[in-house]
Every structure is written in structure tokens, then in C-alpha cells.
């Protein structure tokens, strides 16, 4: 049987670090093309279980397989062909511009400094102009604002033209247009998605599936419909929300009560 690019498997991954469980036996697939969101509270483990994926954690037990290889037994060049991330708060006192950075996601295919060519400089200029950047692309990434630079990051991920893009609260620093444009992008590109998220409403217009992480640990697997009950959200949460569906999209939406 071959496999379609895209496919993510996580089986028992658990993570423990300074003698400390953070990650307890995470197990679930995701379908080439699928959308998983990763909720729960601050703490609860969900970049941790992110960093699994691209190889920058390695679990004490379990494993994680990407189109059916075991991370832990690749090269970091051979995740990082497979598998893009964008994440919260990358650090952005070096002196590179726009341009550099969305550059910087070629790299995973490339040997070290073999120039670039016209298929990368294509790439790199059609990943600014689907972010909007193309204006900035000369300007020192560090002076954009956190938005431009979370949109700069998504252009850098797009150029590594991965099968699995791996998304770290991509939503933190974006008004709501960019929020919902971002989300409806992504989805778009019709590649494997593993995005954790805070906002619950979001994660539920745009999830096929959620994953609820507590204390390190799976309270649930399932559609929004079946995971984000009233009760689960209480008791995960500590938070009464109400649970309705949206008039217009038909998708769960949640109110604090
Ligand atoms: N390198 C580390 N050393 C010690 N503890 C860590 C380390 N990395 C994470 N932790 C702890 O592990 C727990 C899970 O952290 P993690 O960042 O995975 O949670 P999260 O669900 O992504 O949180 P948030 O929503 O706040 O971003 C937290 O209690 C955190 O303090």
C-alpha cells in the first residue's frame, strides 16, 4: 500500500522534560489534506506535541511518522522537506529582510550555499504576493509588525513546500480579517494541517477535527460538534460557555455564559 504525502501519524507520544511528564501517550492519524486542531488551556502540552512533529522534541515514548517514516530515524533536512512550522514568537533581532527569511524555507531543499535559481526565486516571489508582502520584501524583517511578521513566516513555510504544515497559534497576533484570511488560506492549499489554536471558535469553522489537550494528556478526539460540549469546555476550561450553531456557517460557535 503506498501512502499519499501528507499522512501524519502520532502513536503513544509522550514527552517528559526535567523529569517532568508534559506530553502523555498521544495517539491519532491525520488524513492527507485533513485539518486537526489542537486545543486547550496554556500549559496543557500543545506546542510541546507540535515540536514532536517537526523533530525538535524527541518523545520518551512513542512515535511520530510523516508519509509513514519515523521522524526520530530521518535527517532534520528530510523533515524539514516534509514538514513546515510556523511559530509564535520567533526571535527577530537579526539583521535580515523580508525577502531573507521567506528565502530561508528553500533551504530545506537545497545544499548548503548552492545559489538559488529561478524556480526558487519564482517560489519565493509568489509566496510574498499571496501574503501581501511584496511592498515589504526589502524592509529589516525585524521592523514589521508582529502581523506582517507571522504573514512573513507563513510565506517562509510556503516555499519549503511541505506535505505537512504544522501552525503554533498562527492567529496570536492578526486582526480578525487576517485571522479568518489566514485560516481560509491554509485550508486552501489543501495540504495536511496540525494548527494549535486558542480561539474555539475559529478551530471550530475551520477544523475538521479537534484534538483537546489537559495536563498534558487527550480529553477528546472528534468533530467540533462532538468535542467542544458544553460540559468538556467546563471541564477543561473552568469556564461555562454556551454552545449554539452559527446562523450562517452551520458550525458550532461557543459564548462565554
Ligand atoms: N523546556 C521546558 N522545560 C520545562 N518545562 C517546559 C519546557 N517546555 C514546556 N514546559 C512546560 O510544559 C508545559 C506545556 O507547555 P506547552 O508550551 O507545550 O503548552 P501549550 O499548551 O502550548 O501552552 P500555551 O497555550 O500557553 O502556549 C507547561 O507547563 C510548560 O511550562
Known sequence: MTLQPGTLSLSDV???????????????????GEMVGL????????????RTIYKVVKPVTGTVLVNGQDVQRRSSAWVAQNVAAV?????ADFPLTVRDVVTMGRSAHKAVLEPDTAHDRDLIDAALRLQGLEDLSSRS????????????????ALVQQPTILVLDEPTNHL??????SLLEFVRELGITIVAALHDLNLAAR??????????????????????????RVEAVYGVKMLVERHPGTGNVFLLPV
Open 39 to 50: 486545543l486547550g488551556p496554556n500549559g496543557s502540552g500543545k506546542s510541546t506535541l507540535l
Open 14 to 32: 509522550s514527552v517528559e522534560i526535567a523529569g517532568k511528564r508534559l506530553v502523555e501517550a498521544i495517539s491519532f492519524d491525520v488524513a492527507p
Open 206 to 231: 475551520f477544523c475538521d477535527r479537534i484534538c483537546l489537550m489537559d495536563g498534558g494528556q487527550m480529553a477528546a478526539l472528534g468533530t467540533p460538534e462532538d468535542v467542544l460540549t458544553s460540559e
Open 175 to 180: 486582526d480578525i480579517l487576517f485571522q479568518l
Open 141 to 156: 524583517f525585524r521592523t514589521l509588525s508582529g502581523g506582517e511578521r507571522q504573514r512573513a513566516l507563513l510565506a517562509r
Open 87 to 91: 511559530l509564535q514568537d520567533m526571535p
